[in-house]
């Protein structure tokens, strides 16, 4: 059969080809990699097309230039994940922290204060953890915006440092730790004591808010004094001040060591909670009654 000449060229051009350059990438590379080399996976798929027919290998992947960054990027992905920040505050970022929000003009002076504060610890993460010291975000007003305000520094010290965090609501250390005392429990206390004095940052929101009790003092003493003597950063959130905390731990050992380990920030005295909610029901009114 004869063949068309055009087709027989063309074949014989990319034979030539092939020849004097075997080496062909098969990978199209596309915008997900930041260097245009790869498709975004991190590898790059090579054919040596001298090698066919031949018992060696002709195919084979290289690591491309993003494949670091990808792979620590990945990392901080995984470990924001683990963290357990509240999901409403999983992007939250200290920046987005908007100031405009509160009424009154001496909240907004207070929560530039905090923003600042916040903003100065993250960036001076690395001096803050040699010294083991932490934030204390206080408001007695409920819904001023601490838990928004430490989740954003947490956010920002796994995405910056790579730090090892964990988000705690304290009451759901109690529930989880009151539940070890069943008997078909899988965990105990001590290794959920464990857990919260190894991370290598600790976030306890909403510290002392339970009554005064014997048991959850104990519990707190034995996560903060070891984590005071190893000085590992705890970040807290509290509706009372330091010095008040003697009021919820009355034996005094936690409240002393929480004085130790951070530095105490006040927040507005003012709710967000209740403007956001006002807005937010209005709106929907509007859907319910038109
Ligand atoms: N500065 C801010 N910018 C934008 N939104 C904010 C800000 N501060 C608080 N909010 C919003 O206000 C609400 C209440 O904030 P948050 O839960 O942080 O308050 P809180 O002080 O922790 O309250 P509580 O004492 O009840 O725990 C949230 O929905 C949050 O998104
Ligand atoms: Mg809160
Ligand atoms: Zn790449």
Redesign the pocket.
Known sequence: MRQNPRFAKRMKDVKESLESNPIQILTSPSDKCPFHKCDGTGWIWIKDWSKRNTNEKDEWQEECECYEQLMKQKEIERKLDLAQV?P??KD?TVN????K??KKKESRDT?EIA?KAATNYVYNFKTMQEHGKGLY?F?E???????????SVANALVKMYGVDLAFLKADDLLTQIKKTYNDNANTSEDEIVKLFRNVEVLVI??IA?EKPNEFSERIFFKVLDYRMEHRKVTLF?G?KTIDNLGEVYIEGRVHSRIKKMALEVY?PEE???D??AEIENKELEKMLFG
């Open positions: 509240p409403i505050f939250a987005s922290f908007d100031i929000r509160y929560a923003r975000l408001s007003v409920k819904g001023s915006g601490k838990t928004r305000l430490i989740s929101d909403d808010v959130t509706n927040m709710s967000i909670r403007d956001e």
